[in-house]
């Protein structure tokens, strides 16, 4: 993964249930929940990795 790409989790008819912003070195941009109460926080990858591994993975890239 590069700097600035966004990691998707979806179920398997293709809807996403998570994302998460690579910001560098294995961390990311993370926010668990869409309320205003759920924290916004920079977790590592194996983190999220762990908690998100049952749904498919998919990474989107900005084209330079």
Known sequence: MQNGDVITWANNDGIIQHAAYHIDNNY???KNGQ???NPWKIIHWNQLNEEWSQYNKKVYRKRS
């Open 28 to 30: 990311f941009f993370n």
């Open 35 to 37: 309320t205003f109460f």
